[in-house]
Structure formats: C-alpha cells, structure tokens
C-alpha cells in the first residue's frame, strides 16, 4: 500500500481577518490528514477579526496560532510547495498574486465578506455564520475528491465548478 500524498492549500482574501481564516479552520477540520492549510492577506490586517473567533469557537474549530499574515509569507523559497490556492475574496482574486513555490491550481471562491456587515450585533453575527456555512460546503465538496485519481484539467474545472456552489441552505443553517 503506498502513503497517500499530503496536499498544501492556501486560502487567500485581502486583510486574512475573517473569510480566509474560516477557510483555513474548515480546511483543517474536513481535510485532516489529507491537506495541510494556511491563510494569508494580501494587506493583513494584523489582527483576526473578533466574530471570526467567536464563529469558529461557536462551532468548535481551534483557534490556537491563528493569526493574519502576508501571502509574501508564502512566497519564499522555505515556504512549503502549495498544491492548491484559493481566493476567498473578489479584491484578492484581482491582485497580482506573487510566484508561488509548488506551481499550485488556483481558483476564485469569492464569498461575501461578513466583516462589512452593519446593523444589530445579531446582524453582524448572522453574516458570519453565513459566510461560515457557505465556506463549510465548498470545502466539504473539495476536501471529499479524489485529487489523485483527476487529471490536472479535471481538477481545476472541479475547482471552478465549486466556487460556484451556493448551499440552498445556507441561509436556513446560519439561522438567517
């Protein structure tokens, strides 16, 4: 029996203070054992997002060593080969992205940011848990295929067909 490869995502947004540090969570807690994951912002904001803990504590994610960096972090040469990049972000996808080490399949998930979310603390909550469960479904589709047995054109056609993925039941899940 031969040791199945273990795959490097990154997940991408601007400030990496809400929708990419979801990702990476859901990435760790689905993909466990088959894919390693980080975040990263292309202008961090330095800080993670005080909802974002809140909903990733909410549905027992660890929030341990989580923090907001620079994708420059993951353009280094002691930076780990990525076999996949996500945009989690409309602003991000738009970005001239740096040269990743690997040659990773890259693809846009864009999801609504629930850090502009306004009115009521509820609001705000709501918003969160949205992007959250929306997040938690394209990975679910992505963590659940079988990445070896695709070839590479395969793949990045399953890759965009998921960032089109809007859980009918989003809305209902977050409570909405």
């Given at each position: 029996?031969?040791?199945?490869?273990?795959?490097?995502?990154?997940?991408?947004?601007?400030?990496?203070?809400?929708?990419?540090?979801?990702?990476?969570?859901?990435?760790?807690?689905?993909?466990?054992?088959?894919?390693?994951?980080?975040?990263a912002?292309?202008?961090?904001?330095?800080?993670?997002?005080?909802?974002?803990?809140?909903?990733?504590?909410?549905?027992?994610?660890?929030?341990?060593?989580?923090r907001?960096?620079?994708?420059?972090?993951?353009s280094?040469?002691?930076?780990?080969?990525?076999?996949f990049?996500?945009?989690?972000?409309?602003?991000?996808?738009?970005?001239?992205?740096?040269?990743?080490?690997?040659?990773?399949?890259?693809?846009?998930?864009g999801?609504?940011?629930?850090?502009?979310?306004?009115?009521?603390?509820?609001?705000?909550?709501?918003?969160?848990?949205?992007?959250?469960?929306?997040?938690?479904?394209?990975?679910?589709?992505?963590a659940?295929?079988?990445?070896?047995?695709?070839?590479?054109?395969?793949l990045?056609?399953?890759?965009?067909?998921?960032?089109?993925?809007?859980?009918?039941e989003?809305?209902?899940?977050?409570g909405?």
């Amino acid at each position: 029996m031969t040791e199945q490869k273990t795959y490097n995502v990154l997940f991408l947004c601007t400030h990496n203070s809400a929708r990419s540090i979801m990702a990476e969570c859901l990435m760790r807690r689905w993909g466990a054992g088959r894919f390693n994951a980080w975040s990263a912002g292309s202008h961090p904001a330095g800080q993670i997002n005080p909802h974002t803990l809140a909903t990733l504590k909410a549905f027992n994610l660890p929030t341990d060593g989580l923090r907001s960096k620079s994708w420059d972090e993951f353009s280094q040469p002691e930076a780990p080969a990525l076999d996949f990049v996500f945009t989690v972000c409309d602003q991000a996808a738009g970005e001239m992205c740096p040269v990743w080490n690997g040659a990773p399949l890259v693809a846009h998930w864009g999801v609504e940011d629930p850090a502009a979310a306004t009115g009521t603390e509820d609001r705000i909550r709501m918003a969160f848990r949205r992007t959250y469960v929306e997040l938690e479904s394209r990975i679910k589709i992505f963590a659940s295929l079988r990445v070896e047995q695709l070839d590479r054109l395969a793949l990045q056609s399953s890759l965009h067909a998921i960032g089109t993925v809007h859980d009918s039941e989003t809305d209902m899940m977050a409570g909405a």
